[in-house]
């Protein structure tokens, strides 16, 4: 870091997948506890989450981006288009269990974050 503060706050996703050099899905994992639509109209995602997925897609230029979160029943998976200049970009919000024993059963885990980059590069 230099004396002008450069590097204190970098911009880095959680996963970036890649087809060559350019960037396919970005992912940023939330370790928080969503909420029921009765609780919240938006399940708990926080204006910041969106934000911040908003800076990684303009940042890399990618239109597939995913918030993945604890998987929570009764939440579904959700769509959103953010109006971004210069092109809307695409953010999903995921969901994973983490409720499984995932030193005994990684295939949980694994399965989940597969589904998830399926679903999303094949687009």
């Known amino acids: 870091m ?6 204190k706050f970098r ?8 087809g060559g050099a350019t960037p396919r899905l970005i992912m940023d994992t939330k370790w928080k506890r969503l909420v029921s639509t009765e609780e ?7 204006q910041s989450d969106m ?10 230029d990618c239109n597939h981006n995913v918030l993945v979160f604890p998987r929570v029943e009764g939440i579904a998976p959700a769509s959103y288009v953010l109006p971004v200049e210069p092109i809307a970009r695409n ?31 094949a687009k």
């Open 2 to 7: 230099n004396a002008e503060g450069k590097g």
């Open 11 to 18: 911009l880095e996703p959680d996963v970036v997948v890649r």
């Open 40 to 46: 919240d109209a938006k399940n708990g995602v926080s």
């Open 51 to 60: 934000y911040q997925m908003a800076a990684y897609a303009t940042r890399y």
């Open 91 to 121: 953010i999903r919000v995921e969901f994973v269990n983490l409720t499984a024993d995932l030193v005994q059963n990684r295939e949980s885990l694994i399965g989940d974050l597969r589904r998830i980059i399926g679903s999303m590069t």
